[in-house]
């Protein structure tokens, strides 16, 4: 049974930092792309950044450029968000995602397979 699951989310006023965790469990993820998505209130779940762990690729949201940053390790099945100067529009749910499609469009939520349950990041002005 595959299992993804989310910490390090909480309040953090506008300019800070906090880092996210998704540890998976229940397979191999070595050939899969595994990442972030965000949902805030009355919004469509968005993509924010990924790593394709088969050849180490990472991907961003324009919106989280120079400020997030994804990293993680393969071995071990984890994958590390960590996110500086915070802003209150990045106030929402983070989900960690995997997918193991060969040709998964990486911002498109629908092409991952593997969610997590969710962690809540509060950005306060």
């Known amino acids: 049974q595959v299992q993804l699951v989310e910490s390090g989310g909480g309040l953090v006023q506008t300019g800070g930092s906090l880092r996210l965790s998704c540890a998976a469990s229940?397979?191999?993820?070595?050939?899969?792309?595994m990442g972030w998505f965000r949902q805030a209130p009355g919004k469509e779940r968005e993509f924010v950044a990924v790593i394709r762990w088969s050849d180490g690729r990472l991907y961003y949201a324009d919106s989280v450029k120079g400020r997030f940053t994804i990293s993680g390790d393969s071995a071990k099945n984890t994958v590390i968000l960590q996110m500086n100067s915070l802003k209150p529009e990045d106030t929402a749910v983070y989900y960690c995602?995997?997918?193991?499609?060969?040709?998964?469009?990486?911002?498109?939520?629908?092409?991952?397979?593997?969610w997590g349950q969710g962690t809540q990041v509060t950005v306060s002005s």
């Open positions: 229940g397979r191999t993820f070595s050939s899969y792309t």
């Open positions: 995602a995997a997918s193991g499609r060969r040709s998964v469009i990486v911002s498109y939520a629908g092409g991952y397979d593997y």
